[in-house]
């Protein structure tokens, strides 16, 4: 099987791989290609985020001709006064889309109003922990779980989530 994947963010590969192999198919390549997610770089709604993760799905798998075509994307969102980090993902066939969505956590003050200056989460992190490439890694969610769950292991369950409607809906 044929599998695109909008992005070349390792932690986010890392997810798909691990999921696809436990629970679609042993039988499968992993095509990562960068593509435009077609919303800000610094996602701020669950909308955003959303179609983010939708974009970066069908455009994979346009671009690849792959039979199915993720897309991973991670937003940050108001709750009252909190920013809570949130993450979406959408598995895209030739005719359907699905969705789902997983972790949200606050942030703290200090990360929040550097988001609110215009900067990406990205750097913001590296700068917080004084490491390079938190994204690709632990992320913001490993970070700030004390290392219980990183960024690979907190999509793993959202793409769970989409690879159990595209069997589901399969077998209808
Ligand atoms: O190359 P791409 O696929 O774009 O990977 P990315 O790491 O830039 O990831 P996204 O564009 O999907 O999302 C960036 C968002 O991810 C969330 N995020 C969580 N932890 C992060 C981290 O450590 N570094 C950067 N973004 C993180 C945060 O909400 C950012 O707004
Ligand atoms: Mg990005």
Redesign the pocket.
């Known amino acids: 099987m044929k599998i695109a994947v909008g ?3 390792k932690a ?1 590969l890392k997810a798909v791989e691990k999921v696809v192999q436990d629970t679609l198919t042993n039988e499968f390549e992993i095509q990562a290609i ?1 593509v435009a ?1 077609n919303v800000a ?3 701020f709604s669950e909308e955003e985020t959303r179609q ?1 993760a939708i974009n970066r799905a069908i455009a994979a798998r346009e671009q690849t001709g792959a039979e199915v075509g993720f897309g ?5 969102k108001w709750i009252g006064n909190a920013l809570y ?3 979406w993902a959408a598995l895209a066939t030739v005719d359907t889309v699905y969705t789902a969505a997983g972790a949200q956590i606050p942030l703290p003050k200090e990360v929040a109003q550097a988001l609110l200056t215009g900067e ?3 750097p913001i ?1 590296d700068c917080y922990v004084g490491e390079q490439d ?3 890694n ?4 490993g ?1 700030f779980t004390d290392g219980l769950i990183d ?1 690979a292991e907190m999509f793993e369950p959202i793409v769970m989530m989409l690879v159990g409607q595209y069997r589901y809906w399969a077998k209808q």
Not at 72 to 76: F, I, P, Q, S, Y
């Open positions: 992005t070349k963010n986010k960068s997610s770089k610094q996602p983010g991973l994307e991670g937003g940050v980090l949130c993450n990406e989460l990205g992190m938190t994204r690709q632990a992320g913001a969610i970070v960024r």
